[in-house]
């Protein structure tokens, strides 16, 4: 009630002040025909006569135009518009009035447009004198100095719900923007100052208590030159989400968060042809295996935007796969799902599964990956990795899919340890299955994701928060980083246009030490590092290499329609021994003979050094394009 009594009011507030406009626009109107002199009686009683129409004809045209839908406090452009078409057409009704009623008889016909621009600056001028002393306010009152570096659009709405905010939190003082030909102008009143080098001074000058970053679009480079300069001046800082993930293309304050790695380490957004992805999996059944973690998980919520006809999560971790239902079920409750708690390596129920079900497009993500981890549980590692993937992918050879998607590891390139081998394996066996399968095998293979479960970041943050050490294994070790829906988005690109057989390498840009990463995410937190929060270098861990390679030399890359995406083209390995040594390998772990698993390992993959030299005794090496190269080479 009190909310209806309040808008009662307002508006007819709005209306009397407008209808007291009218008379003193027509009296000013005949005052300045008269060149502002005593106006002659005979004019005078007619104006004073007509009056009463005047404001009939008005006042009805003010409210048929809806003067009073807007609020005074955020009057705009467009009431502006709304209150020139009212006022035209209140002024060409009147005309029409007088001219029945009394031939304009002693209304000179300067008077007309005279009124009409009298009524426009005295019902325009207050509304938009009221917004202005509103909004500038902010130079009276208490609240955070803000600093805004992007006169962009942007940067122009974070003022303008800076400047609404009644709780007035935050007083914008500048902005600082690189474009030469805004820098000494104005918006909403605030100035422009200069480029973001100056930065730092002007911080120190407008005794700036915050720096807010509205550059959405900025790239990688540009956000670590801010950040710099933002942490030269010892402020906090905020920034705005990416342009991707600002979705309704509108900036408001409870968007700010505080800068991130992945917006330091981040890429320009990437370009999909998501008519060809939507094309590729709408309507499909679509199966995920490793559904539960990083990578699968991002990949059902991208999956789910092609509009699949059912989608299938298969994981062996009861929590993460609960956790993505719980997430389904409240923000896609019309999706049409399954999930099922199996292991990959289990035969029986894979193909009860596939048999079931018919998935058309499979992402297999399932894998161990833990590098040092797994260097002592390699039987382990080969049952999900290697035989794990040899059962989903039979299967779905068996029932017809139409595509497979292998994920793979740079980490299989020259493997250095018992993940890579063992994915490495994978991508022999996906190609195999390709040459004698009508089902399209594809295999992707990409670096780091930042972020994903048992990656360096999740790592740092839990050591920073604790005050430190923050334990990097060597001061040069670098490593290919790309964001988690940046992979999964470049995953189903490759999905959509792999032919079968190939293998999809993933730009990862340039590599990335991660003593860069170390120090870039203790800044983050306003903290020095070596000072604040030590780095502690611990030697590389069981398995690990100093640097990763994304193709062996072997490989002949070749560009495809997607930029960021090429294919390693290479002759195929002996499918035959690769059987038999399988075979060998298998019965290995009915045993759990680990000393022969690592042997089989070495023979299915000889660029891996992990048991340094085999013995004696080694089966020798199956020929691959790399070993002849490297035996050429000799």
Not at 42 to 66: I, K, Q, S
Not at 75 to 85: K, M, P, V
Not at 264 to 289: F, H, K, M, Q, S
Request: hydrophobic share 45%; aromatic share 6%; proline share 6%.
């Amino acid at each position: 009630m009190r909310y209806w009594i309040e808008r009662l009011r307002s508006r007819t507030g709005a209306f009397v002040h407008d209808l007291l406009m009218v008379p003193t626009a027509w009296l000013l109107a005949y005052w300045t025909r008269f060149n502002l002199e005593t106006i002659p009686t005979e004019y005078l009683d007619t104006a004073l006569h007509m009056l009463p129409l005047v404001l009939l004809c008005c006042g009805g045209l003010y409210w048929v135009f809806g003067l009073y839908r807007g609020v005074w406090r955020f009057a705009s452009l467009r009431d502006l518009i709304r209150i020139i078409q009212a006022v035209a057409a209140a002024t060409v009704l009147t005309l029409v009035v007088l001219f029945v009623v009394n031939r304009t008889e002693n209304v000179p016909r300067s008077v007309l447009p005279l009124f009409l621009l009298y009524q426009l600056v005295l019902l325009s001028g207050p509304r938009l004198l009221y917004r202005w002393l509103k909004d500038h306010r902010l130079t009276l009152r208490p609240g955070l100095r803000v600093l805004v570096v992007g006169a962009g659009s942007a940067g122009e709405m974070l003022v303008r719900d800076m400047v609404r905010d009644r709780t007035h939190t935050y007083n914008p003082v500048a902005f600082v923007d690189d474009r030469l030909r805004r820098q000494g102008g104005s918006i909403h009143g605030i100035p422009i100052k200069g480029p973001t080098q100056q930065l730092p001074a002007l911080v120190a000058a407008l005794e700036i208590d915050l720096i807010m970053l509205a550059l959405p679009a900025a790239s990688a480079a540009e956000m670590q030159t801010l950040v710099e300069l933002c942490e030269a001046t010892g402020k906090p800082f905020r920034t705005l989400p990416r342009l991707g993930d600002l979705l309704s293309g509108q900036v408001t304050l409870r968007q700010l968060r505080q800068v991130s790695i992945e917006d330091l380490l981040g890429r320009t957004p990437v370009t999909l042809d998501w008519e060809a992805i939507r094309a590729g999996l709408a309507d499909r059944v679509v199966l995920i295996t490793g559904a539960g973690g990083s990578i699968g998980a991002e990949l059902c919520r991208q999956v789910i935007g092609a509009g699949p006809r059912r989608l299938l999560l298969v994981d062996n971790s009861e929590f993460n796969l609960y956790r993505l239902e719980c997430e389904l079920d409240e923000r896609h409750p019309q999706l049409a799902y399954a999930r099922h708690l199996l292991d990959v390596g289990d035969q029986v129920a894979v193909d009860a599964l596939f048999a079931r079900e018919r998935p058309q497009i499979v992402f297999h993500a399932a894998a161990y990956k833990h590098v040092p981890l797994l260097e002592d549980q390699a039987r382990a590692a080969v049952r999900n990795n290697v035989f794990g993937t040899r059962v989903v992918a039979t299967a779905a050879g068996r029932c017809g899919c139409e595509r497979f998607v292998l994920i793979s590891t740079d980490k299989a390139v020259n493997p250095a340890n018992v993940m890579g081998a063992t994915k490495r394996i994978a991508e022999l066996l996906c190609q195999d299955l390709a040459a004698r399968a009508a089902t399209r095998y594809i295999i992707v293979r990409f670096g780091n994701v930042l972020g994903s479960a048992g990656s360096v970041v999740p790592l740092f943050q839990r050591q920073i928060e604790q005050g430190g050490p923050v334990t990097v294994t060597h001061p040069e070790i670098e490593r290919f980083f790309m964001t988690i829906p940046e992979a999964c988005q470049l995953i189903m690109q490759a999905a959509v246009i792999g032919a079968g057989g190939e293998i999809f390498v993933l730009d990862m840009g340039e590599p990335i030490k991660i003593r860069y990463l170390a120090e870039q995410m203790i800044r983050l937190t306003g903290r020095e590092p070596g000072h604040d929060i030590p780095i502690q270098y611990v030697g590389l861990r069981p398995g690990e290499k100093l640097y990763e390679e994304l193709f062996y030399a072997a490989e002949d890359l070749v560009h495809t329609s997607h930029p960021k995406i090429r294919t390693a083209r290479r002759q195929p390995a002996d499918t035959a021994r690769i059987g038999h040594a399988l075979a060998a390998l298998q019965a290995a772990l009915e045993t759990c003979d680990q000393a022969t698993i690592l042997r089989g390992l070495q023979q299915l993959v000889p660029q891996w050094q992990g048991m340094g030299t085999a013995g004696r005794d080694a089966p020798a090496p199956i020929p691959t394009p790399e070993t002849t190269a490297e035996a050429g080479h000799e």
